[in-house]
Nanobody, 115 residues
Framework: QVQLVESGGGLVQTGGSLRLSCAAS????????MGWYRQAPGKQRELVAG???????MYADSVKGRFTISRDNAKNTVYLQMNSLKPEDTAVYSC?????????WGQGTQVTVSS
């Protein structure tokens, strides 16, 4: 089992910044993927950014240049720095951990960007 604890969501104005954190604990495998997904009302969940344990990162086209994902392997924590936020970034952001066929989700944190 893996537990994911998220923090950092909130309300921000257009152009503002937020930083999300997700700490994983439990049976952590060294080879894993950690990432952030989001789901806005009436829309499908989408991958925002991901970070493999080997250093590879990936981003949705809509956030490239604005969001940065990073991780601290010693702390099993992944961060999502979100800059230049837009109202269309408003969603519930959920942390994801995947390794060896096991998939875990955090409880989700609300990000609201006001215009």
């Amino acid at each position: 089992q893996v537990q994911l604890v998220e923090s950092g969501g909130g309300l921000v104005q257009t152009g503002g910044s937020l930083r999300l954190s997700c700490a994983a604990s439990g049976m952590i495998f060294s080879d894993n993927f950690m990432g952030w997904y989001r789901q806005a009302p009436g829309k499908q969940r989408e991958l925002v950014a991901g970070h493999n344990s080997d250093g590879r990162t990936m981003y949705a086209d809509s956030v490239k240049g604005r969001f940065t994902i990073s991780r601290d392997n010693a702390k099993n924590t992944v961060y999502l720095q979100m800059n230049s936020l837009k109202p269309e970034d408003t969603a519930v952001y959920s942390c994801n951990y995947y390794s060896s066929g096991y998939n875990y989700w955090g409880q989700g944190t609300q990000v609201t960007v006001s215009s």
